[in-house]
């Protein structure tokens, strides 16, 4: 038994910024000048990202001081911006439509209504609120009262993964069960002022973006064939997950409750961490299936950040149009968190890319986390 993939949804905000406006932008939060913003320069252009999405830009073009009000210039060094209950409030506000929007889209690629939804995951790590995204999702996406749900948070990046695990074990308990997988992730909520190496590189990197999943069981009736219509879609089936925790890297990565925003640690060390680490486990998770990382045909690698991509990549023995994908997502939309695997999966989808297919990603812990497709 597996999770048969039959549609994926994907939207990000209306209005966006380029990356090095997103740079003038940070710099004027804390006057950084001279040698600070020739710095921060640098730091936002090798972030491998070009333009990036957020719910808190009311326009696309003019000024970007003038295109969002949620962010003042700071008035003392100790300014950090608003505090975590401005944030919740503005996640609470734009987080369920957007995520409802991936779904709706996800349901027509499917060629399914809402109300053959049976099971909800909600997959998101950085916005709380009660009743949460997932009761306000079945609100606006009329689903059925009884619908069963379960919210996957704080999970970081590769939170979609496991959401994807819980809705594999839906359907392998219930034939008859179709899954709609959500995640939403409003990172642009916790943009941090100061000189401040950790979250300046995430300040860099993470955007808003929504992506959901349609899963029904293999056993699933033969009309419900997914593939929507995009041109190369088809039948792609989740039929294993792994993970593991490095040893020794809880604080490489961390992503805890500040009162700011939350605070994201991101170690220099991350990149060295992956590049030692994947390469024994995944030969290892892949025998256990049957196949070794030369038979993979395709991969979704989550780009936490270039440097991350190149050290799986390096490890892996991956070339670069292996990781063409992540690179592209992560340049056109930056680092969504956990919505973005399945950015990527889509477009592999949509391609008619071979299977099988690995997708993983790293998360708080430090934990990897893969998903197998046929």
């Not at 939804?117 to 009743?131: E, M, N, Q, R, W």
Request: charge should be negative; aromatic fraction near 6%.
């Amino acid at each position: 038994m597996g999770l048969r993939i039959v549609g994926i949804g994907t939207v990000v905000p209306e209005h966006s910024a380029t990356q090095s406006e997103s740079a003038e932008l940070h710099a004027r939060f804390f006057d950084a000048t001279g040698k600070r913003a020739r710095v921060l320069e640098v730091l936002y252009r090798r972030a491998g990202v070009k333009k990036r999405h957020s719910v808190l830009l009311e326009a696309s073009v003019g000024p970007v001081a003038e295109r969002q009000w949620f962010y003042e210039i700071s008035a003392s060094p100790e300014d950090s911006g608003p505090g975590t209950d401005q944030r919740m409030r503005r996640y609470e506000q734009d987080a369920p439509p957007l995520g409802a929007e991936a779904a709706r889209r996800a349901l027509v690629d499917a060629g399914l209504s809402a109300s053959a939804v049976t099971h909800l995951v909600t997959v998101s790590c950085t916005g709380f609120f009660a009743p949460g995204l997932d009761v306000a999702l079945a609100h606006l996406l009329d689903l059925t009262p009884t619908i069963e749900r379960t919210h996957v948070g704080f999970m970081g990046c590769h939170g979609a993964l496991n959401g994807l695990r819980v809705a594999s074990a839906y359907t392998a308990a219930d034939p008859d069960a179709c899954v709609l997988v959500c995640s939403v992730e409003l990172c642009s909520l916790h943009f941090r002022y100061g000189w401040d190496l950790d979250m300046m590189v995430s300040n860099a990197l993470f955007a808003d973006g929504a992506a959901a999943v349609v899963g029904v069981g293999t056993g699933s009736p033969s009309e419900i064939s997914g593939g929507g219509d995009k041109a190369g879609d088809g039948d792609w089936t989740v039929v294993a997950n792994g993970t593991c925790v490095i040893p020794d890297s809880r604080e490489a990565m961390s992503w805890r409750i500040g009162d700011h925003g939350f605070r994201m640690t991101l170690s220099v060390e991350v990149p060295q961490l992956v590049e030692a680490h994947v390469r024994p486990w995944i030969d290892g998770w892949l025998a256990g299936q049957g196949l070794s990382l030369e038979q993979v045909a395709t991969w979704a690698v989550h780009p936490g950040g270039p440097r991350i991509l190149e050290a799986f990549s390096s490890a892996a023995g991956l070339a670069d149009n292996d990781t063409a994908v992540s690179r592209d997502v992560l340049s056109e939309f930056g680092n969504m968190s956990s919505a973005t695997v399945l950015f990527i999966l889509e477009r592999l989808r949509a391609s008619g890319a071979q299977l099988p297919c690995v997708a993983i990603g790293f998360g708080p812990g430090l934990v990897i986390e893969a998903m197998l497709i046929r």
